[in-house]
């Protein structure tokens, strides 16, 4: 053997023999950081609900522990309508009381699929229309974020998030010494920000739903967007929401609007039908929207608020023509 290679052979075990010390020193000190987005802070779920109620997934960070049940359902009865959004669409009654509605205005069993999760952007909700909606083929499929997108990341964006795990998933991701590299790279994307950015920009959220929209109608299905209602509040009473969503509740209501003017935009420029809930809300009486219909955070929907919206969005599908596409139910092929 030269000497050169004699050398290069003696730099490679040193090098080995430091990164097996490296590691054998991380285990022994109990460090431990999984490359998974589990590990990153969303706001909700919080890190405690995160590893009681949700587990793991590729595309979409997280999913609730029933999600692959929710799954089997749509290959087992293929539905007529998905209801995608957030936790305003996992938690509320109004996916079950649209669905009753339109059955008895069709004159026949509408299936429903209640696909909401709570703690997702549009991010999540392009990937699960793509990789789990579509392939179902329902008719129509509504569209309900917005809270999220404009919260808070806790140094990153999603987009971000997704990027870093899957440069870090493949066969080390076990070992302490990539997990303490990952750390080091989630620390670098978030260096030097005065403010935390929101879990999706403006720019990002449009592209997200026109996305979703275009990829709805090249599968046959309908895709209407909802623009989130919500129940005005006294900035004073939003304060908690300055823990982990907003630096400056004086600005959730502007910032929530400007994110419905995108929802509208992008069902003008793509032809897409509409249900503007939050305009429908405001022209409600105050007393009534903020009382009886929302919870006190004015976000998420009483019982009340539900049977409402629901009213409200099978009105939007009359007036969009989807109620003529369900009275067919082979119209995306979806028996």
């Known amino acids: 053997m030269s000497e050169l290679l004699q050398k290069l052979a003696m730099a490679a075990a040193s090098t080995l023999v430091a990164l097996l010390v490296a590691e054998g020193t991380l285990r022994a000190v109990g460090f431990s950081f999984a490359i998974a987005p589990e590990s990153i802070e969303f706001g909700w779920p919080d890190p405690v609900v995160l590893k009681e109620k949700y587990e793991p997934d590729p595309d979409l960070f997280f999913v609730p522990l029933n999600y692959a049940g929710a799954l089997v359902k749509l290959e087992e009865q293929p539905p007529d309508v998905v209801y995608l959004g957030d936790s305003c669409t996992q938690f509320g009654s109004y996916p079950r009381h649209a669905t009753r509605l339109l059955s008895s205005r069709l004159g ?20 699960q229309l793509e990789r789990d909606v579509l392939p179902a083929r329902p008719d129509v499929v509504t569209l309900y974020y917005g809270w999220n997108d404009h919260w808070q990341g806790f140094g ?93 509740p004086s600005q959730v209501e502007p910032l929530h609007r400007a994110y419905a003017d995108v929802v509208r935009d992008v ?44 009213e409200l969005l099978v009105g939007c599908m009359e007036r969009e023509g989807l109620t003529t596409r369900l009275a067919e139910p082979t119209a995306a092929g979806g028996l």
Not at 163 to 170: N, P, Q, R, T
Not at 283 to 293: H, K, M, N, S, W
Request: net charge neutral; proline share 5%; with cysteine.
């Open 267 to 310: 069902a003008a420029s793509e032809g897409a039908p509409l249900c503007d809930l939050l305009a429908a809300f405001d022209a409600l009486p105050e007393r009534d929207v903020g009382e009886r219909y929302f919870h006190v955070d004015g976000i998420h929907m009483r019982d009340a608020g539900g049977q409402k919206l629901a």
């Open 156 to 248: 990153i964006e999603d987009k971000e998030i997704a990027d870093l795990v899957a440069s870090s998933d493949g066969p080390l991701a076990g070992s302490r010494l990539a997990q303490l590299v990952f750390k080091a790279r989630l620390a670098w994307r978030a260096r030097g920000t005065s403010t935390r950015p929101l879990r999706v920009s403006l720019e990002d959220y449009r592209a997200n739903l026109t996305t979703m929209v275009r990829s709805s109608r090249d599968a046959g299905v309908a895709a209407m967007l909802i623009t989130a209602p919500m129940a005005r509040r006294d900035p004073r009473d939003l304060a908690p929401l300055a823990e982990r969503w907003v630096e400056d």
């Open 108 to 127: 026949r069993p509408i299936v429903g699929a209640q696909l909401g999760v709570g703690g997702w952007t549009s991010y999540q909700g392009l990937q």
